[in-house]
C-alpha cells in the first residue's frame, strides 16, 4: 500500500481566508492564530512554538489576511495578523517590512522603525524597506537626512520608474506626505518578492499561449497594487490577446490614468482600439505618442501599416487608362 499523502499545511487556513474575504477581519485574524498552532510547546514569552511547514503556511495566510484587512481599512487587524505572522516566520525580510510600514501608516514610528531596521538586518539592500525608513525619517521631521538617503538610493539601485521617484522627491521637498509615499511606492514596487514571483509566472503563461490563466494570475496583483500602471496594462495585453477587446481597453487606459506617458501602454490601446474597429481612435492614440516621443519606433511603425501611402503625382489608377471613367 502506498503511505497516505501528508495534508498540505496551507489548505487548513482556507476558513480563517474565507472569514477575511467576506470582510471579518478580526474574526479571520484569531482563527489563523489559532490554526497555526501546534502542540510543540511554546516559546519563553509563552507563544506556540509552530512545524516548520505550518509556521510557513499560517505566516503567508496571515500576511494575505492582513492585506485584506488593510485594503478594508481594518488597520489594528492587520497590525495583529502581521505581528503574529512575524512571530512565525522571523527571518522573512518581506514581512518585518509590511508590517513597519503599516506601523508606520498608524503612527507608531518608534515600532515601525524597529520592524524596518529588522527588514534591512535581514536583507541589506531591501529597497522598499530603505525607502520606507528614510520617509520614517521625513515624517520625524528630519527632511534633510530623508532626501540625502533618497538620493542615495537614486544613485545606487535601480529604480523601475525613475520619474514617480523624481515626483516623490518633488512631493516631500513640499512636504506633501500622501503624495510623496504614492510615489515612492509606486517607484520601488519591483522591490516587491512575492509581485516579481507573480510577474514571472504571468510572463510564463503568456509565453505558454495560457494567456486565459495568466490574466487570472494578475487580477489578484492588480487588486493588492491598484496604483501600479503597468499591471493594469499587462492585464489588458491577456485581455487583449483572450479577445476581450473592451475590457482591454478599459485596463490599458486605467494604467494610462495612473501614468499618461507610458507610451508602450498608449501602442497597446491603440491595438485595442483597432480590434474593435475603431482605427481612427487607434491613429489618435498613435499620434499623441509620437507628439510626446518622435522617435518611438513600434508607434511610427503601425501608424506607416495603418495610414495608406499617397499616390505620387500624376500617377494612373490601377488598370491604367482602360480603368478611367469615360465621358458619355
Aim: charged share 30%; net charge negative; proline share 5%.
Amino acid at each position: 500500500m502506498k503511505p497516505r499523502p501528508s495534508p498540505d499545511p496551507a489548505a487548513r487556513f482556507g476558513p480563517a481566508l474565507t472569514l477575511a474575504a467576506t470582510g471579518r477581519f478580526a474574526d479571520a485574524v484569531v482563527q489563523g492564530i489559532e490554526l497555526s498552532k501546534s502542540e510543540a510547546g511554546t516559546d519563553a514569552e509563552g507563544h506556540p512554538i509552530p512545524d516548520d511547514a505550518r509556521a510557513t503556511a499560517g505566516a503567508q495566510a496571515l500576511a494575505r489576511i492582513a492585506r485584506l484587512a488593510e485594503a478594508g481599512q481594518d488597520l489594528e487587524s492587520a497590525d495583529r495578523a502581521l505581528e503574529h505572522a512575524r512571530r512565525l516566520r522571523p527571518t522573512y525580510a518581506d514581512l518585518h517590512f509590511h508590517h513597519g510600514a503599516l506601523l508606520a501608516r498608524r503612527g507608531k514610528r518608534r515600532e515601525a522603525r524597529k520592524a524596518l531596521e529588522a527588514a534591512l538586518k535581514k536583507h541589506p539592500l531591501y529597497l522598499a524597506a530603505r525607502v520606507e525608513l528614510a520617509m520614517l525619517d521625513a515624517r520625524e521631521g528630519r527632511i534633510g537626512e530623508a532626501l540625502a538617503a533618497l538620493r542615495e538610493i537614486q544613485r545606487d539601485d535601480k529604480i523601475e520608474e525613475p520619474r514617480a521617484f523624481q515626483q516623490g522627491l518633488r512631493s516631500l521637498e513640499l512636504a506633501d506626505w500622501e503624495g510623496a509615499d504614492a510615489f515612492m511606492r509606486r517607484a520601488v514596487r519591483g522591490a516587491d518578492p512575492r509581485l516579481e514571483q507573480t510577474l514571472e509566472q504571468f510572463r510564463r503563461l503568456m509565453a505558454e499561449g495560457q494567456a486565459e490563466r495568466a490574466a487570472d494570475v494578475l487580477r489578484g496583483a492588480v487588486e493588492e497594487h491598484e496604483t501600479y500602471p503597468d499591471l493594469h496594462v499587462l492585464l489588458g495585453t491577456a485581455e487583449l490577446a483572450l479577445g476581450h477587446y473592451d475590457d482591454a481597453v478599459a485596463s490599458i487606459a486605467r494604467g494610462l490614468e495612473l501614468n499618461p506617458d507610458y507610451h508602450a501602454a498608449r501602442v497597446q490601446l491603440a491595438l485595442a482600439f483597432d480590434a474593435l474597429g475603431d482605427r481612427g481612435a487607434a491613429t489618435e492614440q498613435l499620434h499623441l505618442v509620437l507628439q510626446a516621443d518622435p522617435d518611438h519606433a513600434p508607434a511610427r511603425e503601425l501608424l506607416e501599416v495603418w495610414t495608406p501611402k499617397k499616390r505620387a503625382a500624376g500617377q494612373t489608377a490601377p488598370g491604367g487608362d482602360s480603368a478611367r471613367r469615360k465621358d458619355p
